[in-house]
């Protein structure tokens, strides 16, 4: 298990950009996936991106292809979201998931794969 802490959120203008930081305390083992999730007012948790520790392997939603970059620095445990062109629609609080292993033929999209979720950072984008 480990903990997470999300930092980065706050108020920005539509086509502005954001980065978000997740810092992760406790063991980190190579095979670990961290991912970010997002959930809107009276929406349901969605996927935004993940990536795999070992290898690198990136994962993006639909609306955040092309505009949110993943990033991970396994030295310092620590997974970056940069925003760009960010949307009204992307108002949402974020938050930093982490699983120790998802197999490497499941996409690690699914809230329910992650075991350690951090408290989340509220991002809001003004039209």
């Known amino acids: 298990q480990v903990q997470l802490v999300e930092s980065g959120g706050g108020l920005v203008q539509a086509g502005g950009s954001l980065k978000l930081s997740c810092a992760a305390s406790?063991?980190?083992?190579?095979?670990?996936?961290m991912g970010w999730f997002r959930q809107a007012p009276g929406q349901e948790r969605e996927f935004v991106s993940a990536?795999?520790?070992?290898?690198?392997?990136?994962y993006y939603s639909d609306s955040a292809k092309g505009r949110f970059i993943i990033s991970g620095d396994s030295a310092k445990n620590t997974v970056a979201l940069e925003m760009n062109s960010l949307k009204p629609e992307d108002t949402a609080v974020y938050y930093c998931?982490?699983?120790?292993?998802?197999?490497?033929?499941?996409?690690?999209?699914?809230?329910?794969?992650?075991?350690?979720w951090g408290q989340g950072t509220q991002v809001t984008v003004s039209s």
């Open positions: 990536i795999r520790w070992s290898g690198g392997r990136t």
């Open positions: 998931a982490a699983v120790r292993r998802i197999p490497q033929f499941t996409n690690p999209t699914a809230g329910a794969l992650y075991d350690d």
């Open positions: 406790g063991r980190v083992f190579s095979t670990y996936v």
